[in-house]
T-cell receptor
Framework: KAGVTQTPRYLIKTRGQQVTLSCSPISGHRSVSWYQQTPGQGLQFLFEYFSETQRNKGNFPGRFSGRQFSNSRSEMNVSTLELGDSALYLC????????????FGPGTRLTVT | EDQVTQSPEALRLQEGESSSLNCSYTVSGLRGLFWYRQDPGKGPEFLFTLYSAGEEKEKERLKATLTKKESFLHITAPKPEDSATYLCAVQALLTQGGSEKLVFGKGTKLTVNP
């Protein structure tokens, strides 16, 4: 069974730009969660989508948004990038819904200059 | 405020030297506690889920236990391939709207020397 895939793996953007990250969950998984990981703050929950609906949301500004498609693939968008948005963005999929036994992708390393 | 604290931040062991990692938490409405392993450049890998005080789970050289205030990850006779960052996360129920959130600790970086 293929694991969770994320694209792109690395990304460099400048302040003020926007970015879209993509996540393909494990086949059959309907839940996709997004996390931001930084050395200072650790892993922080962004949001979870289940069957195309946002089910849970963390404490991030509205610049961070996401969506899920009918095939469970998910995208995360960050608008008006700030230097502090530089981080590893991780996607995790789950059959039963977060946070039960989530499988993480390798992440997208975003650098904002 | 819901918090998850892991200690120590870093731990160096000799191969075969058993030890424990600690995860203490202060959350209301605990629904579950999770342990993950993360290797450099990779996403976290699921290890265990614990739901109630007194529960224990084992996998190879790892054993996770849970009390009302903390969880321990015991590593018995570790090998160099056990070197990784171990993350603890708690699932807490938000009273507002009935939604849930996952709060992660910052991890313990374990290094096992041959």
């Amino acid at each position: 069974k293929a694991g969770v895939t994320q694209t792109p793996r690395y990304l460099i953007k400048t302040r003020g730009q926007q970015v879209t990250l993509s996540c393909s969950p494990i086949s059959g998984h309907r839940s996709v969660s997004w996390y931001q990981q930084t050395p200072g703050q650790g892993l922080q929950f962004l949001f979870e989508y289940f069957s195309e609906t946002q089910r849970n949301k963390g404490n991030f500004p509205g610049r961070f948004s996401g969506r899920q498609f009918s095939n469970s693939r998910s995208e995360m968008n960050v608008s008006t990038l700030e230097l502090g948005d530089s981080a590893l963005y991780l996607c995790a999929s789950s059959f039963a819904g977060a946070p039960y036994e989530q499988y993480f992708g390798p992440g997208t390393r975003l650098t904002v200059t | 405020e819901d918090q998850v604290t892991q200690s120590p931040e870093a731990l160096r062991l000799q191969e075969g030297e058993s030890s424990s990692l600690n995860c203490s938490y202060t959350v209301s409405g605990l629904r579950g506690l999770f342990w993950y392993r993360q290797d450099p450049g990779k996403g976290p890998e699921f290890l265990f889920t614990l739901y109630s005080a007194g529960e224990e789970k084992e996998k190879e050289r790892l054993k996770a236990t849970l009390t009302k205030k903390e969880s321990f990850l015991h590593i018995t006779a570790p090998k160099p391939e056990d070197s990784a960052t171990y993350l603890c996360a708690v699932q807490a129920l938000l009273t507002q709207g009935g939604s849930e959130k996952l709060v992660f600790g910052k991890g313990t970086k374990l290094t096992v020397n041959p």
